[in-house]
């Protein structure tokens, strides 16, 4: 071995950065070093230059460029019609929440003091003081009473309105109190006022052209599908940020071309690269990497009420020619986690450990298909640009399939329109699922009889019970017990086949400082503007 430090990636880097903010020691990061082939010497460097990247202290100042990866004509400001990674990110520079998910997914309080609940049923919440809007206007429960009831409206279109459809009250008991009264008893509450789409907006808005909120930046302009433009809130309430005097937020699709804007310094951060296109950074010092593992997930979806996955053995065997070492060392060039065909990530604290990834065994999978009665006809199988590295990913599976006498036909369509006409529509497609903060939000959207995002159509009477069960427990140790039960259901019963939780990998200046990982997503939970700063 020498000094000298060799095949070195930023996957690397990023590795020990995470085992830092876990909270690792120096010994045990260099331990770890140590045992990849890496000299004490050359560790110590790379300790050192991860240490100083978390270190910084924030400068204020600067404005900077960001590119998205999607954008349209129907990008909003409107936060319960918010869809798109692009629409969240303006949303969270405009306004607030009540409360918000820290980079642990610890849910803290926002706009609100606290959120209380003696019986998880009926909610009390109290808000802040000196809170005011970007007019001026205080702060009032009004405007949280105003803001939750629009879920609730069909004529407002909600994208959250299954999730908020629980709300069977909400009322102003004075200026700084709202009460919030639930169908049925939900723990989870607080945690779901922390996703994007709960915003809270000036009671009686119904222009959202110039977003007035109390957020931290000031809209300056938005041209949808084109551009925004952000500038700081000179008056905003909390003590700390923003730092930076402006940002303008954008998409640029295509990965090579977000890179390479990037290598050029038109833009300061080049969000969800594509493991494929990180060759072009390692070894660049003026770019880095914010890499987080947060939940999203390509999954492949077999509908159980469409042939072939109407034959349960024809789903098993996907599932068992899926390689997931593969998939995670080639599709995604080593930015992922092993997944067990059900979507709670490992960093959830109610991740059933227990459950294994099923093993890659093409003999296994080769008898499923013959019982099937499929083995040797064509399966098509949808897949897109759209759902992350699906394309890559069939293609695994294709060759797999190919060495036991399976065919499959990769029908690869493109992006525009792929989740309108294919995802949960084709026999066989993938889709694309971004992180959500509990297993209620996930298992309500997917995998309950009447979720509207039932990928396989996989429909439970027992599951549904666990879950309405589980949702309002305030036994933690019973209500993991259960989440536990209801992965095992998924992973055996369902027709979703989820070979690993895909790590999001931003692209970035050097110059950009303080952003972080967060369970809600990439660039922050969407939410960078808020906290990073330029230097130099």
């Not at 010497?41 to 978390?54: H, T, V």
């Not at 450990?353 to 064509?378: C, M, N, R, T, Y």
């Amino acid at each position: 071995m020498t000094d000298k430090i060799t095949n070195w990636t930023m996957a690397d880097d990023a590795m020990v950065k995470n085992a830092i903010r876990r909270g690792a020691s120096r010994r045990d990061v260099l331990r770890l070093l140590l045992a990849g082939g890496v000299t004490a010497s050359a560790g110590g460097l790379i300790l050192g230059r991860a240490s100083a990247a978390l270190a910084a202290t924030p400068v204020s100042g600067g404005s900077m460029k960001a590119a998205g990866w999607s954008s349209s004509t129907a990008d909003t400001l409107d936060p319960a019609k918010a869809s798109l990674s692009t629409d969240y990110v303006r949303c969270c520079a405009f306004y607030n929440r009540l409360t918000f998910l820290d980079r642990q997914g610890v849910t803290r309080m926002e706009l609100a003091e606290s959120v209380e609940s003696g019986d998880a049923k009926v909610w009390t919440v109290t808000l802040r003081d000196g809170v005011t809007f970007h007019d001026g206007k205080p702060l009032t429960a009004e405007d949280v009473v105003y803001s939750l009831n629009r879920h609730l409206d069909p004529a407002v279109g909600s994208k959250v309105n299954s999730i908020a459809k629980q709300m069977t009250e909400i009322k102003a008991l004075d200026k700084k109190t709202v009460q919030i009264t639930l169908v049925t008893a939900n723990a989870d509450l607080p945690t779901i006022l922390a996703l994007h789409h709960f915003m809270i907006i000036a009671d009686g808005t119904t222009d959202f052209s110039k977003a007035i909120g109390t957020g931290p930046f000031l809209c300056e302009v938005f041209e949808p599908g084109v551009r925004s433009i952000a500038t700081k809130n000179p008056a905003y309430w909390k003590a700390e940020g923003p730092y930076l005097d402006s940002f303008e937020f954008f998409a640029i699709p295509d990965d090579s071309a977000r890179v390479n804007a990037l290598l050029s310094n038109d833009i300061q951060l080049a969000a969800a690269i594509n493991p494929r296109f990180m060759r072009l950074l390692d070894g660049n010092d003026s770019v880095g990497t914010s890499v987080s593992t947060s939940g999203n997930y390509s999954d492949l979806n077999m509908r159980l009420d469409m042939a072939p996955g109407d034959k349960m053995d024809f789903v098993n065997g996907m599932k068992y020619l899926l390689n997931r070492e593969a998939i995670q060392k080639s599709a995604l060039r080593g930015f992922a986690e092993i997944a067990n065909d059900q979507p709670i990530p490992p960093s959830s604290i109610f991740h059933n450990d227990a459950l294994e990834p099923k093993a890659f065994d093409p003999d296994k999978a080769k008898h499923l298909f013959e019982k099937a009665g499929v083995l040797g006809q064509s399966i098509p199988i949808v897949a897109s640009e759209a759902a992350t590295s699906s394309v890559d990913i069939a293609m695994i599976v294709q060759q797999a399939g190919a060495e036991i006498g399976m065919q499959f036909e990769i029908q690869r369509v493109p992006s525009d329109g792929y989740w309108s006409k294919y995802w949960l529509k084709a026999p066989v497609h993938f889709g694309n699922i971004n992180p959500r903060p509990t297993p209620d939000i996930l298992f309500s959207l997917l995998y309950a009889s009447d979720a509207p995002w039932n990928e396989s159509q996989f429909k439970s009477e027992k599951f549904d019970k666990m879950m309405l069960e589980a949702r309002g427990m305030l036994d933690f140790k019973k209500r993991k017990e259960i989440y536990g039960e209801m992965q095992t259901m998924i992973a055996e019963e369902a027709g979703t086949a989820i070979p690993a939780f895909i790590s999001n990998v931003d692209a970035i200046s050097s110059k950009l400082k303080g952003l972080e990982d967060n369970p809600l997503g990439g660039m922050m939970g969407y939410n960078f503007a808020a906290y990073v700063w330029l230097e130099g």
